[in-house]
DNA sequence: CCCGTGGTGGGAGATAGTGGTAAACTATGA
DNA sequence: TCATAGTTTACCACTATCTCCCACCACGGG
């Protein structure tokens, strides 16, 4: 279970180490792709292929299947783990989650999402707003 | 699987060199073709040669499927990788993608695609405009 | 206070992408 | 049939970037 929030450094060749605490659940071999609302997934490989052989199962032939496609997996790398716990994030993905340097790793279950940090503190602050009304929400269906 | 996005030149002998992660998965023959929204498919030749096993199946009396057949299979080259992983583009592909000196090669599934980089950040903005398309897609197969 | 661990930074060698030159092949006309 | 011009193919060369490895520093625990 990946949960927790680490504030990390992208370095100049692009390097971002992953929490230790993450990595034994982690793996060796990632993916990392286009999420939503502009920030990064990381998934471990196992995980990731249970997703790909999912979206085999759309239709292609559909213009918006066709787009989902291209927006989904040209926007996944598959990254190795370094001997120090590093990975690499290519300038594509850098560019689309708009990070700088600082950035945050955030733990959601079973990925991780990589969000600049000054986008991430922004995001938190107006959910942080909403929270009560998330609580009622989630109580309506019995989360909490 | 063929994943992720790279930036590449066509020089002036219409020489493109193919990302080297790509290189063994892809082999030495492919076919490249006409693809859908205005790019280039290319595909491993033993792909090719399962899709137009697929494509022969289909009933010929339709016209539809005889404009298909005559927009997929004569828009269809095969080419192989020189020694430095590079590929020629004739130049009626070229003319039908519109395709500059920069171009996008964008790894989807089992295809390459070969867009031309500025229509492809344009295609991409589209796509990624459409954010509550992409996440009941994600939902549907159960990354949400 | 020392040691182990985790995050960060840098340097040397390897490699990928690109451009150019030389050779070979094709076509055309005398 | 031969010569020449144009095009294509094969080979070589350069440079920016990536990879791999090692070193450093900060921090926390014993």
Same mark, same amino acid.
């Given at each position: 279970? @990946?949960? *927790?929030?680490?504030?990390?450094?992208? /370095?100049?060749?692009? =390097?971002?180490?992953? &929490?230790?605490?993450?990595?034994?659940?982690?793996?060796?071999?990632?993916?990392?792709?286009?999420?939503?609302?502009?920030?990064?997934?990381?998934y471990p490989?196992?995980e990731?292929?249970?997703?790909?052989?999912?979206?085999?199962?759309?239709?292609?032939?559909?213009?918006?299947?066709?787009?989902?496609?291209?927006?989904? @997996?040209? *926007?996944?790398?598959?990254?190795?783990? /370094?001997?120090?716990? =590093?990975?690499?994030? &290519?300038?594509?993905?850098?560019?689309?989650?708009?990070?700088?340097?600082?950035?945050?790793?955030?733990?959601?279950?079973?990925?991780?999402?990589?969000?600049?940090?000054?986008?991430?503190?922004?995001?938190?602050?107006?959910?942080?707003?909403?929270?009560?009304?998330?609580?009622?929400?989630?109580?309506?269906?019995?989360? @909490?």
């Amino acid at each position: 279970m @990946l949960i *927790g929030e680490y504030t990390h450094n992208i /370095d100049v060749k692009k =390097r971002l180490s992953l &929490p230790s605490k993450w990595r034994k659940e982690l793996g060796k071999k990632l993916v990392v792709t286009r999420g939503l609302d502009n920030c990064l997934f990381i998934y471990p490989l196992k995980e990731w292929e249970k997703i790909t052989e999912r979206i085999g199962r759309l239709p292609l032939g559909q213009a918006d299947t066709r787009g989902f496609n291209r927006f989904f @997996l040209s *926007g996944a790398v598959e990254v190795e783990v /370094d001997t120090v716990g =590093r990975i690499l994030v &290519p300038d594509f993905l850098k560019e689309f989650a708009r990070l700088t340097t600082k950035v945050v790793l955030a733990g959601i279950h079973d990925r991780v999402e990589i969000w600049d940090e000054n986008r991430w503190t922004e995001y938190k602050k107006r959910i942080e707003g909403q929270a009560d009304a998330l609580a009622e929400k989630l109580g309506e269906i019995g989360v @909490l």
